[in-house]
């Protein structure tokens, strides 16, 4: 719990810096940035520690859709700053730990009851009021979050299946490494099918030389997302993905602070009803799932009466 709530602070600060840097830089670009300067750090440092940490992996299929879902996923999440508040993007977003319950009861069958599969529903209808589809306002880039979301948790289920087999940094740097070729050949093949508006510059295939300034806020976006990806995947390997689904959400206060300061958003009503629905909902799930784990264990250590016989030669 303390390493996803940890996370989310240096997620809510990479995110920030890139919301601040679309102006000047592609989404490839900031993503590829970030990726390069993970591995600019982990790299040396796993060939240095040994040990658990290890360079070539058998794991590495699992590894590789992990850091499919997340490049894709998050370059659809980027691609609609420009268009919407840092709270709203966020706020549609985090229906991401409700798609991971659903995800861990279909494939790692973890339950889920009436009373949580009732809250997965309340924090749906919370998604739904937040991204309001029948609302004069709404257009498709709303579904760019939700898409990041359903990515998103799918690959914090792979990050189960992974577990404990791998440690921390070797799961840091088969995520972010892979993410700089993927986003790249993707922003190619999209320049090359589409025709970028102006409105979506921040999608054209551009890389230009950032000056001295630029270079330092590139390198701030890869240290605090290679710390935030860190202690996201060590949560989710040691614990159950249901359990930390709902920490997710001490990213949204953070974000919805931070918009204010930076850029005077408010987020609408509909953003904030929707993300009391969602938060309500997923904390409700968290809460079943402690409340669920406690009974099973008094149960396992419950003292059991001696077997008492009448023959003491039995």
Same mark, same amino acid.
């Given at each position: ?144 979050? #939700? ?70 806020? #590139? ?96």
């Amino acid at each position: 719990m303390t390493c996803l709530i940890v996370g989310m602070f240096f997620f809510v600060g990479q995110d920030a810096m890139m919301k601040w840097l679309l102006g000047d830089y592609s989404v490839w670009m900031l993503i590829g940035a970030r990726a390069l300067v993970s591995v600019s750090i982990l790299l040396p440092l796993i060939a240095f520690l040994g040990g658990p940490h290890r360079l070539l992996t058998p794991l590495w299929p699992l590894h590789l859709i992990r850091a499919t879902l997340f490049a894709l996923g998050f370059s659809l999440f980027y691609t609609a700053f420009p268009f919407m508040g840092l709270a709203e993007v966020t706020t549609i977003f985090f229906s991401a730990p409700l798609i991971t319950a659903i995800f861990a009861a279909l494939f790692l069958r973890e339950s889920i009851g009436f009373l949580r599969g009732a809250a997965l529903i309340i924090g749906f209808v919370g998604v739904l009021i937040a991204m309001k589809p029948g609302g004069d306002t709404f257009t498709w880039v709303a579904t760019l979050p #939700l898409f990041c979301a359903v990515s998103y948790a799918a690959s914090q289920i792979v990050a189960r299946k992974i577990g404990d087999r791998e440690s921390t940094l070797t799961v840091g740097l088969y995520t972010l490494a892979p993410s700089a070729p993927i986003v790249a050949l993707v922003g190619w093949g999209l320049n090359q099918l589409v025709d970028i508006e102006p409105e979506f510059s921040h999608l054209r295939f551009a890389f230009p030389m950032p000056d001295a300034e630029g270079a330092i806020w #590139l390198i701030g976006i890869g240290v605090t997302g290679m710390i935030g990806y860190l202690l996201n995947s060590r949560a989710y390997q040691v614990a159950p993905a249901s359990l930390m689904a709902p920490f997710d959400y001490s990213y949204l206060p953070i974000a919805a602070v931070l918009g204010f300061v930076l850029w005077g958003e408010v987020p609408p009503w509909n953003t904030l009803a929707g993300m009391t629905l969602i938060v309500g909902s997923g904390v409700f799930i968290g809460y079943r799932e402690i409340v669920t784990a406690r009974r099973a264990k008094a149960v396992h250590i419950a003292p059991t009466a001696p077997f008492v016989t009448d023959s003491p030669h039995t």
